[in-house]
């Protein structure tokens, strides 16, 4: 499995970007995609993950409402659209999946098996 993420930035607090994950190998129905983020001196942390099967979307509370994490099977791709960005939003954004993970372990970093190289959000006036 190897995943690939795009698509980050510089943007303007208030504004969007949308990112996008690549992810080769990943057929099997019980995968599940996460999103996570780690800012400078600080831990990796859940922003949204979808199963690869459909089912609700999961997300962190501090991104609710303006995040959206999306899939296209047929692509083997993830996206996560972020609108109304703010500087707290400013990390380096990884995409990952996890086989069998059940949706109460979702938000645990150590669970995913693979991980794509991140890429850089900024959010800046």
């Known amino acids: 499995v190897q995943l690939q993420a795009f698509g980050g930035g510089s943007v303007q607090p208030g504004g969007s970007l949308s990112l996008s994950c690549a992810a080769s190998?990943?057929?099997?129905?019980?995968?599940?995609m996460g999103w996570f983020r780690q800012a400078p001196g600080k831990e990796r942390e859940f922003v949204a993950g979808?199963?690869?099967?459909?089912?609700?979307?999961v997300y962190a509370d501090s991104v609710k409402g303006r995040f959206t994490v999306s899939k296209d099977n047929a692509k083997n791709a993830v996206f996560l659209q972020m609108n109304r960005l703010k500087a707290e939003d400013t990390a380096l954004y990884y995409c990952?999946?996890?086989?069998?993970?059940?949706?109460?372990?979702?938000?645990?970093?150590?669970?995913?098996?693979?991980w794509g190289q991140g890429t850089q959000v900024t959010v800046s006036s």
């Open positions: 990952a999946a996890a086989q069998g993970l059940i949706m109460g372990l979702v938000h645990e970093s150590g669970r995913y098996n693979y």
């Open positions: 979808i199963r690869r099967n459909g089912g609700s979307a």
């Open positions: 190998k990943v057929t099997s129905s019980n995968f599940f």
